[in-house]
């Protein structure tokens, strides 16, 4: 019976946004923006938090349009909160951000330096890592611009930020000290306290690239190298992206599918291919871990090795195995020298020896190859003259100067 005694929310909601756009049109943008915020108060009573922060939204806009930044930090950071209850932290960030933009506008440093903390909390939440990463940097360029004390909530995200995003390695007793000095309303702690349970576990969490074997300080080019993947962590998690640098001179062959079970630890192989010589890198490798309330971005150890330019191999072919000639006459011998390792060959000395009945009839009896590459192949001919009767020989050796192998081949040649 006392139905028509209770207000509908979202009809007074309506009323408010009318009287709005009238105080739009008479030209009080500024009463325009107290309309839409009550609206969006309307909204929320009846958790249509879309609207909601809709109208907070048209509120923080039309106190701008009276340049009024106060008041639109204000109208942001309630839209933002709005956004907080739902776990929509990437959006809340965005909003904290533009905040602490506006308070820096308004020479309030420490509470836009808070906003900020709020935003890096925000994205690190998110596993928008980079966006945070950029927005420390941004606080770092205010303070040196404008030096003032750095909030306890932005000091506790920008410790998170730098353990997550670039692998900081500290002490656990220094992170729980900034935990518990940091200052957050009650719509803010879930975010915080998801960022802080998120952070120690990653302190506790180990991810290690090991070598698959003996450890090697040196490896061949075109060499497989087989990396062996491991992290532990207390709570059972997921791997649910990863990034891997290696340096110019590596290839990966292989990765492996990681499993979608959620493990206290793991392991997998990885397999790699040097392609060019000089110094190597594997790592750092950036995991995030994923598991039941909890999101760990974990930053491995880096394996660092010379790779060494690939072995060459010299085979040498030498025809015709027998020949006969008159005692006067000129034979020609086809000599092919190939490489056929993976590396090139250098300072290949080419020698011809003849038995006491031979002589060179052209060219010299020795030569040098400045280098020959993989898979690459030069001819030469020798041309022996006989000088004497019987079964002559021709020995031809090859010796590359940078492995130092050595190759003899012989020809007969009969003399009638």
Known sequence: MFKFLKSDPVKKAKKHIEKALIEIEEGYPEYASVEYEKAARRFLEVEQTDFAVKYFREAAYYA??????????????AAAECLLQEGRYDEAGGLYSESSDHLQREKRPKDANRSLGVAISGYLAARNFSTATNLVRKAEKRL??????????????ELCAKILCEGLDIAAKEFEKAAKSAKSNEIEQPLIDFLITSTRLAIQTEIIL???GAPQEEVNVKEPLEIELRYKCPTEVQIVDHRLPLS???????????????SKEESWLLEFKPVLSGMGSIGPLTVTLEGDRVLVNKHSNTLEFRIARAPSAIALDLKPE????????????????????????????VTVELSDGLEMSLGIEEKLINFLGSGENIRVQAFVRAVGQGEE???????DGRSGQEIVKTSMIRVG
């Open 210 to 212: 090991d070598w698959a």
């Open 144 to 157: 040196k611009e404008t030096p003032s004390k750095k909030d306890s909530l932005y000091l506790l995200a």
């Open 64 to 77: 701008l349009e009276k340049n009024d930044h106060n008041r639109c930090s204000e109208m942001k950071i």
């Open 393 to 399: 020989l021709v020995t031809i050796k090859v010796v």
């Open 248 to 262: 110019n001179s590596v290839i990966i062959t292989k990765e492996p599918e990681y499993t979608q079970t959620p």
């Open 322 to 349: 027998r020949v006969s000639c008159n005692l006067g006459e000129e034979a020609v011998l086809q000599v092919t020298i190939l490489n056929e390792g993976d590396g090139p060959a250098e300072n290949i000395e």
